[in-house]
């Protein structure tokens, strides 16, 4: 008897030290999530549609390091495409992380290191992957690059040689800017390029996708600023700077722009546009987004891609390690039906049936049909 009093102070300390433990690792989660965020002055309110898991984890030694770009394939559903940092390699993976293509060999291309960023999308009917040689963290390289080819589909081979075509272009103050986030609209054909900038706010411009540029270099159109330089206080440490990654939906209605900042006293943020049906990329920037609230830090977070307007993906350029992969799922809206509506002299009531049972709303509280409220 003595011992099995034993046995159980000992289960006892177990499960409270446990207990401790997971309070400790969630107090930890609270924190790493990023605070409200001001932009253009005023506080984001949070999306909260979208879950977040992590589906994967990518093994840098067995396909390549420092991810900094990730589109979705349309051709071959289920894998995700990667291009590394330096390295000029691109690779297709499944959410999980395993590899299927090693590595895509290109030909034809401008030796420009520095690819900062991909995405996918349709011109002319022909699925496009684009990548952006366009990162240039001193500001002294210059000649930036646009590189496109036409999606391969996944298969077993280990290599893909590539015909890539690119276009050079330059920004319309011409200066040289760095770079780090590229998308594409289906909706307008156009390429939207965003600088990435230290204590300062990132800006935004635009070039419609074309096969005819030849090797002529192009300028961009200044679309925008995200944010305002007072949104990041007085050191110019906080709120929405350094931008390292952005995409659209392939149906058009959602944008997303993500930064990150490995300062300690500051965080990273995914920002979230909701786009009308016949508005413009650029008019949708101008009016205030929203802040992803299940999006937390991650080092080096530089890669997003959007797999439909429901559900995207996050990665990091982790050098280091292997880095986690990111699924953020929009959650259906409650399947709640309004029976009927009735009125008093107090307050609306309305009767609401979910998942088989009735209940009561009154003064925006509900209630069960016995009057506990639930």
């Known amino acids: 008897m003595y011992r099995v009093k034993i046995l159980l102070l000992v289960l006892c300390s177990v499960v409270l030290s446990t207990i401790s433990a997971l309070e400790r690792s969630e107090t930890f989660s609270t924190i790493s999530a990023a605070p409200p965020l001001i932009?253009?002055?005023d506080t984001l309110p949070k999306n909260t549609d979208f879950k977040k898991s992590q589906c994967g984890t990518l093994k840098t030694s067995a396909t390549i390091s420092e991810v900094s770009g990730i589109a979705c394939s349309r051709l071959t559903p289920g894998y995700i495409w990667m291009e590394s940092d330096d390295y000029r390699n691109v690779i297709a993976t499944d959410e999980k992380g395993k590899t299927r293509y090693m590595k895509l060999l290109f030909r034809g291309l401008p030796d420009r290191w520095d690819w900062e960023d991909m995405c996918g999308g349709v011109y002319e009917g022909v699925n496009y992957l684009f990548v952006g040689a366009f990162g240039d963290n001193n500001e002294t390289t210059g000649n930036y690059y646009i590189i496109y080819f036409e999606e391969p589909e996944v298969t077993s081979s280990q290599t893909y040689i590539v015909d890539a075509s690119?276009?050079?272009?330059?920004?319309?103050?011409?200066k040289k800017h760095n770079a780090e986030a590229l998308m594409y609209d289906n909706r307008e054909q156009m390429l939207y390029v965003i600088t990435k900038v230290y204590y300062d706010v990132c800006q935004v411009f635009s070039l419609p996708m074309s096969h005819d540029y030849g090797e002529e270099e192009q300028t961009l159109t200044y679309i925008c600023d995200l944010g305002l330089k007072s949104d990041l206080g007085s050191?110019?440490?906080?709120?929405?700077?350094?931008?390292?990654?952005?995409?659209?939906?392939?149906?058009?209605?959602y944008i997303l722009i993500k930064n990150h900042n490995n300062n300690i006293a500051s965080y990273s943020y995914v920002l979230l546009w909701q786009r009308e049906a016949d508005e413009s990329v650029s008019d949708a920037l101008m009016r205030q987004p929203e802040q992803i609230g299940c999006y937390s830090y991650e080092w080096q977070g530089e890669a997003m891609c959007w797999l439909d307007s429901t559900t995207f993906y996050t990665t990091s350029d982790e050098d280091s390690g292997d880095p986690p992969i990111f699924k953020y799922?929009?959650?259906p809206p409650s399947a709640v039906e309004e029976v009927e509506a009735l009125e008093d002299d107090n307050a609306r009531i309305k009767l609401l049936f979910n998942k088989g049972n009735l209940y009561i709303r009154k003064n925006n509280r509900l209630y069960s049909l016995d009057g506990r409220e639930v």
């Open 329 to 331: 799922v929009k959650t």
């Open 235 to 253: 050191d110019g440490m906080h709120g929405f700077h350094l931008v390292t990654a952005a995409d659209i939906s392939p149906d058009g209605r």
């Open 39 to 41: 932009f253009n002055g």
């Open 166 to 174: 690119y276009i050079h272009f330059a920004y319309p103050d011409g």
